[in-house]
């Protein structure tokens, strides 16, 4: 249910069909009017930051399934990952490669793990 005109989108339609299928078990759990709300989101979120394109917007969407809750908790990655995605004298592309080359598959140093456990705490 698009809220402009009450019809979804073939973009729309296109991003829930990939994340059924590449992120299964993260996406099981919705149904599909909340899975479109995701992705109307998602698609929202990622003209604020002009990230454009199917294959960009998915893997905007996405970077909340591929980060694993340490890397979300860690303040320095979660503030390279803010730093990169503002900044936009890159494209959208080439800020994503860079998040998914140097973040994704980095895992936070046990010095970061204890410093957000102190920011949690406080």
Do not use: C
């Given at each position: 249910?698009?809220?402009?005109?009450?019809?979804v989108?073939?973009?729309?339609?296109?991003?829930?069909?990939?994340?059924?299928?590449?992120?299964?078990?993260?996406?099981?759990?919705?149904?599909?009017?909340?899975?479109?709300?995701?992705?109307?989101?998602?698609?929202?979120?990622?003209?604020?930051?002009?990230?454009?394109?199917?294959?960009?917007?998915?893997?905007?969407?996405?970077?909340?399934?591929?980060?694993?809750?340490?890397?979300q908790?860690?303040?320095?990655?979660?503030?390279?990952a803010?730093?990169?995605?503002?900044?936009?004298?890159?494209?959208?592309?080439?800020?994503?490669?860079?998040?998914?080359?140097?973040?994704?598959?980095?895992?936070?140093?046990?010095?970061?793990?204890?410093?957000?456990?102190?920011?949690?705490?406080?």
């Amino acid at each position: 249910m698009n809220t402009e005109n009450n019809q979804v989108t073939q973009l729309e339609i296109q991003l829930m069909k990939r994340l059924r299928e590449s992120y299964p078990e993260q996406t099981h759990a919705l149904n599909n009017e909340q899975l479109l709300i995701q992705v109307q989101n998602g698609i929202a979120a990622s003209e604020t930051i002009k990230i454009t394109g199917e294959d960009d917007i998915f893997r905007f969407m996405t970077l909340p399934y591929v980060l694993s809750p340490a890397q979300q908790n860690s303040p320095l990655i979660k503030g390279v990952a803010i730093r990169i995605l503002d900044n936009f004298e890159w494209s959208g592309k080439k800020r994503l490669n860079f998040i998914y080359k140097h973040l994704v598959n980095r895992s936070p140093s046990s010095d970061e793990i204890a410093l957000s456990q102190l920011l949690i705490l406080r």
